[in-house]
């Protein structure tokens, strides 16, 4: 059974920071491109950052790009954002997803993503 699990949300100081881990089960990640992405209340879920199954090219959104930093582990099947600098409006539950024989630049959409976790929430709050 194909699975992603995602861990480390929690509440958060302004300017501080949190690593999510997003474990998978059941596959390797090594031939999938994974994305995280985030849904706060109200709008629609949207990428903040992804790597590249093939060369390990990362994206991130204009608003992360120098805070948020996505890696990846295959021999632990773990994928990772590191996220520094943390604003309040960084709060939302994050998702973290994978498509299969793809790239960040061909599968920049939720809809375009197979396996999904089940989300974990990120809070920064003073």
């Known amino acids: 059974q194909f699975q992603l699990v995602e861990s480390g949300g929690g509440l958060v100081q302004p300017g501080g920071s949190v690593r999510l881990s997003c474990a998978a089960s059941?596959?390797?990640?090594?031939?999938?491109?994974i994305g995280w992405f985030r849904q706060a209340p109200g709008q629609e879920r949207g990428r903040v950052a992804c790597?590249?199954?093939?060369?390990?090219?990362?994206y991130y959104t204009d608003s992360v790009t120098g805070r948020f930093t996505i890696s990846r582990d295959n021999a632990k099947k773990t994928v990772y954002l590191q996220m520094n600098s943390l604003k309040a409006e960084d709060t939302a539950v994050y998702y973290c997803?994978?498509?299969?024989?793809?790239?960040?630049?061909?599968?920049?959409?939720?809809?375009?993503?197979?396996?999904w976790g089940q989300g974990t929430q990120v809070t920064v709050s003073s």
């Open positions: 059941g596959f390797t990640l090594d031939y999938y491109t």
């Open positions: 790597i590249s199954e093939s060369d390990g090219r990362t």
């Open positions: 997803a994978a498509v299969p024989r793809s790239n960040c630049h061909n599968s920049r959409h939720y809809y375009e993503y197979e396996f």
